[in-house]
């Protein structure tokens, strides 16, 4: 999960190596500039889709987003 989730935001956010850098406790937000509200966005719907779940509106908050591994906590809570 972490890995599929890593690859999607180097993608999406264009990291290039910095990307291939990120682990569990890799700062998200506020740490890397290309991740902004729109991004933010973006991100949720490609995870939405590459998992056929959907997040509340409740699910979105700064500390879902605060690292990769918060991020990856959320996914697999809605998968589960």
Same mark, same amino acid.
């Given at each position: 999960?972490? =890995?599929? #989730?890593? *690859?999607?935001?180097? =993608? @999406? ?10 682990? %569990? ?5 506020? %740490?890397?500039?290309?991740? =902004?509200?729109?991004? &933010? *966005?973006? *991100? #949720?719907? *490609? @995870? $939405?889709?590459?998992?056929? @779940? $959907? !997040?509340?509106?409740? =699910?979105?908050?700064?500390? %879902? !987003? ?6 990856? $906590?959320? &996914?697999?809570?809605? @998968? %589960?």
């Amino acid at each position: 999960m972490l =890995d599929e #989730i890593k *690859v999607l935001l180097t =993608d @999406i956010l264009r990291l290039g190596e910095r990307g291939r850098a990120l682990n %569990s406790d890799s700062a998200l937000l506020g %740490s890397i500039p290309e991740l =902004d509200s729109m991004a &933010v *966005v973006t *991100v #949720i719907t *490609v @995870i $939405e889709e590459h998992y056929d @779940i $959907e !997040f509340d509106d409740d =699910d979105i908050t700064a500390d %879902s !987003f605060s690292t990769l591994g918060a991020l990856c $906590e959320l &996914v697999e809570q809605k @998968i %589960s």
